[in-house]
């Protein structure tokens, strides 16, 4: 899926390197995202993902910016849930979103959510997406509603933490949710925020 800031790339163990370089640097904002630190955690990091995508759990992407050919994060598809017996899923999360600090609040993000959510919604015809955080994260629970998601409440002891320090732990997730009566308007909202240019 490619745009015109930002390209998603279906991840593959040879983009180890790159997630690393994304990865570091400032972290100060990844505290409450699960994001690789270094060559032996960004290996494992990139196994799972792709262990999960083998079986169908998942579909992670890398995140490239256009303007420089760089990948600045992660994203992924995530818990397809086919209800009502269709081949292409009627409900999908899209979570484990992290960018590089220099990648924040750009057009880059908004775009990304754009091609996401247009697959989603355009291509697989889902009837909801879900956008789940940890609920103290408030800088991705803030990016989640500017991009007009509904907010259904909070999920007590709901995933495993990805906070300092608690990696035995459960955290309280905010779950958040775009419906298919909710697309067009969310779609003309993130058009419009990535309109001016890639760093408003």
């Known amino acids: 899926m490619t745009g015109t800031h930002v390209s998603l790339e279906p991840m593959r163990f040879d983009h180890v390197d790159e997630i690393v370089r994304a990865a570091s640097g400032d972290r100060s904002t990844f505290e409450w995202t699960q994001v690789p630190d270094g060559p ?10 792709l262990d999960d995508a083998e079986h169908g759990a998942a579909a992670p992407f ?32 899209i979570g484990g979103t992290w960018l590089s600090v220099d990648a924040q609040r750009s057009a880059v993000n908004s775009e990304a959510k754009l091609l996401l ?3 989603a919604f355009d291509q ?19 990016a989640i509603e500017r991009l007009g998601a509904t907010f259904e409440g909070v999920l ?28 067009p308007p969310i779609r003309d909202r993130l058009r419009a925020m990535i309109r001016p240019s890639a760093s408003s």
């Open 124 to 142: 697989w015809k889902v009837q909801r997406v879900a956008i789940c955080t940890d609920a103290r994260n408030r800088r991705s629970r803030a």
């Open 117 to 119: 959510l247009g697959h």
């Open 156 to 183: 007590r002891r709901h995933r495993r933490s990805t906070g300092p320090g608690e990696q035995l732990q459960l955290r309280d997730t905010a779950a958040y949710s775009v419906v298919r009566d909710e697309w």
């Open 40 to 49: 032996a955690a960004t290996r494992t990091y990139v196994q799972w993902l």
């Open 62 to 93: 890398v995140q490239r910016r256009l303007s420089d050919g760089i990948v600045v994060g992660c994203t992924r598809y995530l818990n397809p849930l086919w209800p009502l017996g269709r081949d292409d899923p009627d409900e999908v999360e």
